[in-house]
């Protein structure tokens, strides 16, 4: 592939330029105080009664729900009620935050959120009837299930709840928008407040964010069918739903529903094809610098004129001591982007690939729909998802990557240090995104792997690395983590591998930077002749098997040592677990990480001397916090959810874990799971798919649910159950069917004493 800075128009246009429907909401804004009433009453009329009727929801083993609906809209209201049985409130919430009125109700401190959500309302109010029938059929029936679910169970809502959600409240829940990440490092070394941009961001992703991904080709697979799997690393907050959808001849999707809405999908398959996505960090955005012209503040000089800024004015309620107060704010736009910051001489505006970008949900609908790898990449073509590696596998033995992301075509070289390029007219300014087939990506490739573990894209596949000088000069540069190189050592063989093969490689306990450091710790300090429990510390060490498993004894301390270790590096910046391939890696390994050897780099410890007084200390902390140095990993890191309280195995990421799990301290010292895998799938496509997953914390967050911790110990074996996917499977597994709404009606008919209704 070659680089490609020209690059073709983007679908979207980013920013504010998308055309003249989004020009013209300056002239339409003052509308924005309609009443709700009106708005929804424009997405459909469709009796939920009625709806209830066209459709079946089957619990299997776990609470599963598999939902069989008569059309698209009766789906999306299935998944909306069956969200809120298990979910509850944090639907709801979300869906109020997203039309930007929860400081009615909660007060002044929802204030900020509620003045930039109400800019991505509007949006999503322009750009409603641009969607799709059947993406719109599904808002609004997600809508009207949340509805129809609220009506049924008052007592569990707030009074001030009303059950009025529209296909619009929905619809905003995924509109674009820029990186907050960008916006922040530019405020922040411009020295101005970092607490006030005007704009609706997109949250930074935490430091461990990630996931990993797996495809193999049939070549690779004993039973030579394609083979994906997929576990995401984030909070146990997240809100990973998973959930099966049926409409005959339409669609049959088994996969992750985040919860809150419909389409948010991760990760998933029909029965043709699955695909996974895993975060990538791409810059897809520009903050430009415009002139104040000095004559009229409020204008600024582009293309050799004054142009006036765009000014919005919006009104927000919010609870206050004794009733409602109203609070105004002013927002200011360009034709480039929206305004960060102002000073008297310049005018600061992003310019961002996903701001106001619609329609992601509506390409995930269509990547959901796809038959045939020709199809999914149609949809993927969209470019609506602005970011996320995405990994596929198919029943024709397709397996494919690519490093997908709405990057700018840029003009000129941007700085890479947070500041602002100087744009005095439109040359200076992006307007196009990279084309897609100038992205990295595989298709196919020898050795019948592709992989990702949030890394840049060019070691995807060893045996067809990918040339950086080939692509733009604004993608990232290589780069290989320890949890990248330990999926290699996995893959990069001759193996064949089964599905089951395939779900116990994923369970591996090896901790890759034991493998690389230990050898120079345990000469380190067998040079300076220990004695005592020092001795008898690194004898440990030594026999231990280099792993977190939860009996394995030795990785307790080797953790704590390492903290000790980085935490006293010079300039040591971060966390203990984040340095080692930034600017602190000369200061920890002997050999830092270089592209010219991937897979055995970093190596080694820089400063032997401090890695000794580290081990020693390490050695009387960890007897300090647990009794021994010699306890076993499980005794100390548990999964604990409801009642079940079990060791688990697993570390971070950045130490080399592939079974990536992040730790939070309890009242009692032990280190409990708090984010890390969670929901894991791994799919088969023969004829018919097969599958298994696991969804560590459960189908509920309601902790009288018995499925709200019915997977924990499940997860903490590292098993996961089978999927239930063809109707012969669901009926295996079957725990309860019902259609929404059915039992709340035959309780109330019980005390009413009129006869009961069984399902039609």
Same mark, same amino acid.
């Given at each position: ?565 980085? =935490?006293?590096?010079?300039? /040591? @910046?971060?966390?203990?677990?984040? #340095?080692? *391939?930034?600017? %602190?890696?000369? +200061? ?122 019915? =997977?924990?110990?499940?997860? /903490? @074996?590292?098993?996961?159950?089978? #999927?239930? *996917?063809?109707? %012969?499977?669901? +009926? ?29």
């Amino acid at each position: 592939m070659n680089s490609c800075n020209s690059g073709a128009t983007a679908t979207p246009v980013p920013t504010r330029d998308r055309g003249r429907v989004v020009r013209a909401a300056a002239l339409v804004f003052s509308l924005f105080g309609l009443a709700v009433s009106q708005l929804h009453a424009q997405s459909g009329s469709t009796e939920p009664a009625a709806l209830a009727r066209q459709v079946e929801i089957r619990r299997t083993t776990y609470g599963i729900p598999h939902i069989k609906a008569e059309n698209i809209r009766a789906a999306g209201f299935a998944l909306g009620y069956v969200q809120l049985e298990d979910y509850g409130r944090r639907v709801v919430t979300g869906l109020v935050r997203a039309r930007g009125e929860l400081a009615r109700f909660q007060g002044r401190e929802q204030l900020d959120s509620d003045f930039r959500r109400r800019l991505t309302y509007q949006r999503a109010r322009e750009t409603y009837q641009l969607l799709e029938d059947e993406t719109r059929e599904f808002f609004e029936g997600f809508a009207t299930g949340v509805n129809y679910y609220i009506q049924l169970h008052p007592s569990e809502f707030p009074d001030w709840l009303e059950p009025n959600f529209t296909g619009y409240d929905v619809h905003a829940l995924g509109i674009g928008v820029p990186d907050e990440a960008i916006v922040r490092a530019f405020l922040t070394k411009l020295g101005a407040q970092t607490t006030d941009a005007p704009i609706q961001l997109e949250p930074e992703p935490g430091e461990t964010d990630g996931s990993n991904a797996w495809a193999f080709a049939p070549s690779r697979t004993k039973s030579g069918k394609a083979i994906l799997m997929r576990n995401p690393h984030l909070s146990w907050t997240a809100g990973y739903y998973e959930a099966h959808i049926t409409v005959p001849g339409k669609l049959n999707f088994y996969g992750d529903f985040r919860i809150g809405g419909p389409l948010g999908i991760v990760a998933g398959f029909n029965e043709y094809l699955g695909w996974a996505t895993t975060n990538n960090y791409p810059s897809l955005g520009v903050i430009y610098a415009l002139e104040v012209d000095p004559q009229r503040p409020d204008h600024y000089l582009f293309d050799g004129a004054s142009v006036p800024l765009e000014r919005r004015e919006v009104v927000v309620e919010y609870k206050a001591d004794g009733g409602m107060a109203t609070e105004k704010r002013e927002f200011f736009s360009t034709r480039i982007g929206p305004v960060i910051h102002r000073d008297a001489e310049k005018i600061y505006v992003i310019r961002h690939a996903a701001d106001g970008e619609f329609r992601a949900s509506e390409q995930f609908f269509k990547m959901m729909k796809a038959r045939n790898l020709d199809e999914w990449l149609d949809a993927v073509r969209m470019r609506a998802r602005s970011r996320s590696n995405l990994t596929y596998a198919d029943r024709d033995g397709n397996i494919y990557y690519v490093w997908n992301a709405s990057v700018p075509s840029l003009p000129h070289p941007v700085p890479a240090d947070s500041t602002a390029v100087l744009a005095r007219g439109s040359g200076d300014v992006w307007t196009k995104i990279i084309p897609f087939d100038s992205l990295p990506q595989l298709l196919n490739p020898k050795g019948g792997y592709v992989r990702n573990e949030n890394d840049p894209p060019y070691l995807t596949n060893l045996h067809v690395p990918l040339d950086r000088a080939n692509y733009a000069p604004n993608l990232p540069e290589p780069r290989l983590y320890l949890r990248s190189q330990h999926s290699l050592e996995l893959l990069h063989n001759d193996e064949k591998f089964s599905l089951e093969d395939v779900v116990r490689l994923k369970h591996s306990m090896r901790i890759i930077l034991a493998d690389r450091v230990k050898p120079d710790l345990i000469e380190a300090v067998r040079a300076t002749n220990p004695t005592g429990e020092i001795k008898a510390a690194i004898e440990l060490l030594e026999r231990w098997d280099n792993t977190v498993a939860a009996d394995s004894r030795g990785g307790v301390l080797f953790q704590i040592w390492w903290n000790r270790y980085v =935490q006293r590096a010079p300039r /040591a @910046r971060g966390t203990p677990e984040s #340095v080692g *391939f930034n600017a %602190e890696a000369t +200061a920890l390994f002997r050999k830092p990480w270089t592209i010219e050897e991937p897979m055995t780099t970093p190596q080694g410890l820089a400063d032997p001397k401090r890695a000794v007084e580290a081990f020693v200390w390490a050695v009387r902390e960890t007897k300090r916090r647990y009794g021994s140095w010699n306890v076993a990993w499980g005794d100390v890191h548990r999964v604990r959810r409801g009642k079940v309280d079990v060791p688990v195995g697993g570390c971070a990421g950045s130490l080399g874990c592939f079974r990536a799990l992040d730790f939070r301290n309890d009242q009692d010292g032990k280190r409990v799971v708090s984010g890390g895998d969670a929901w894991v799938l791994a799919v088969e496509f023969g004829d018919t798919p097969r599958a298994y997953s696991v969804l560590a914390y459960g189908q509920s967050s309601r902790r009288n649910s018995p499925h709200y911790s019915d =997977q924990a110990e499940l997860f /903490a @074996r590292n098993e996961m159950k089978p #999927v239930a *996917f063809t109707e %012969e499977d669901i +009926a295996r597994h079957l725990i309860r069917s019902y259609r929404p709404g059915e039992e709340v009606t035959a309780r109330r008919n019980r005390t009413a004493g009129q006869p009961v209704r069984g399902n039609d």
